[in-house]
T-cell receptor, first 113, second 112 residues
Framework: QQQVKQSPQSLIVQKGGISIINCAYE??????FPWYQQFPGKGPALLIA?????SEKKEGRFTISFNKSAKQFSLHIMDSQPGDSATYFC????????????FGKGMKLTVNP | ETGVTQSPTHLIKTRGQQVTLRCSSQ?????VSWYQQALGQGPQFIFQ???????GRGNFPPRFSGLQFPNYSSELNVNALELDDSALYLC???????????FGPGTRLTVL
């Protein structure tokens, strides 16, 4: 059973466009939702994260939107750049006990110049 | 401030052998988590160490074991390697209850 479902699997956008990645979760005990960016051959890098008491969080060109009732959250990348081309993972975690991250399957983003 | 480091970078083993992977946590972090990332997939949680004790385990068999040392560095040991163990092994460090986990570059393990 996949607890965090991510879509689409891949996305191609033009430079300057908006990239949108969606995630849905099942476990209502999740209370921390990060997004990671991973380049080939590298470890995932934490981009931005949100907790369920907030509906939106913005950091630079990256914005997370969170819909607690729908159990969905999304990452918006504004003014997408070729350097943003990478694989993006959403994840979820339950605080307390073992703080394990549950990851989606990832989305490969390609930003064309 | 140095980030999370892992060694070795790459490793090639044959089926049935044993392997030890190492991780140094980020300065000030007291918790280490290990993840396995198969090609084209998201990382899967193996286990977490806090105060030198295992603090949660994912769906991995007992031949996956670990240690955490007093300086918060950690080892992942895998016995009786199988072909399906070929993957990128990631270590992430964090401050307990802070939730933010920072990953190292990973160790690419190939089992032949």
């Amino acid at each position: 059973q996949q607890q965090v479902k991510q879509s689409p699997q891949s996305l191609i956008v033009q430079k300057g466009g908006i990239s949108i990645i969606n995630c849905a979760y099942e476990n209502t005990a999740f209370d921390y939702f990060p997004w990671y960016q991973q380049f080939p051959g590298k470890g995932p890098a934490l981009l931005i994260a949100i907790r369920p008491d907030v509906s939106e969080k913005k950091e630079g060109r990256f914005t997370i939107s969170f819909n607690k009732s729908a159990k969905q959250f999304s990452l918006h990348i504004m003014d997408s750049q070729p350097g943003d081309s990478a694989t993006y993972f959403c994840a979820a975690l339950t605080q307390g006990g073992s703080e394990k991250l549950v990851f989606g399957k990832g989305m490969k983003l390609t930003v064309n110049p | 401030e140095t980030g999370v480091t892992q060694s070795p970078t790459h490793l090639i083993k044959t089926r049935g052998q044993q392997v030890t992977l190492r991780c140094s946590s980020q300065s000030g972090h007291n918790t280490v988590s290990w993840y396995q990332q198969a090609l084209g997939q998201g990382p899967q949680f193996i286990f977490q160490y806090y105060r030198e004790e295992e603090n949660g385990r994912g769906n991995f068999p007992p031949r996956f074991s670990g240690l955490q040392f007093p300086n918060y560095s950690s080892e992942l040991n895998v016995n009786a390697l199988e072909l399906d163990d070929s993957a990128l092994y990631l270590c992430a460090s964090s401050i307990r209850a802070n939730n933010e986990q920072f990953f190292g570059p990973g160790t690419r393990l190939t089992v032949l």
